[in-house]
């Protein structure tokens, strides 16, 4: 499927390419851009979004959740994470400038979620850098221990798979039209 800046798609014949949760990755972000350009018709639209790390919505343990989330996600995971993902952590996602006239930024938009325990480890796992950790820390029960712990601060008897979780993703999202 080509690299993002090495696009397998003929010069004006997009109406939209959208780069989701990936853009903070590309290594060439410039070369990017130029792929854009060429690839989108004219009036054509790129949007380039992604997600926070997941915000369990507040009650009586959502403090104590949230800050084992945390450490999972900044401390443990801290580095595998790029420079640019550190600066989507700290809201710096200005750093995309897509060379167009017209560009909008949508500061962060909740998603909200009514998942389970089980779904919060999931999106952890699925995390590039957690597949980076595990492959340097292979023998690591580190998820299977926060979903513990998590389980444990829940005080419930069901299993992670039934447990129920509300949390929030925020989303960034910068949109351009080629005029
Ligand atoms: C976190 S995943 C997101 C996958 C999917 N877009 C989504 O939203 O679920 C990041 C994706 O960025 C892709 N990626 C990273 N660097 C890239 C590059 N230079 N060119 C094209 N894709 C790239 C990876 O292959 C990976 O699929």
Redesign the pocket.
Same mark, same amino acid.
């Given at each position: 499927f080509g %690299? $993002?800046?090495a696009l397998p798609v003929a010069d004006e014949s997009a109406d939209l390419v959208s780069a989701?949760? $990936?853009a903070h990755?590309?290594?060439d972000i410039d070369g990017f851009y130029r792929e854009v350009n060429r690839v989108l018709k004219p009036n054509g639209c790129l949007a380039i979004y992604g997600v926070s790390n997941i915000h369990i919505c507040p009650d009586s343990k959502s403090d104590e959740l949230q800050t084992m989330i945390d450490e999972f996600y900044y401390v443990t995971l801290n580095d595998f994470w790029t420079e640019n993902c550190i600066k989507l952590h700290k809201n710096y996602y200005g750093f995309y400038h897509p060379p167009f006239q017209v560009v909008k930024r949508h500061d962060w938009i909740p998603l909200h979620v009514r998942g389970t325990v089980s779904d919060v480890i999931g999106y952890l796992r699925s995390l %590039?850098p957690c597949h980076k950790y595990i492959k340097v820390n292979p023998q690591s029960n580190v998820l299977q221990e926060l979903e513990d712990r998590i389980m444990r601060v829940l005080g419930v008897t069901s299993s992670p798979e039934q447990t129920p979780l509300h949390y929030f993703y925020l989303v960034y999202l910068i949109t351009a039209r080629k005029t």
């Open positions: %690299t $993002a800046d989701s949760n $990936a990755w590309f290594e %590039t």
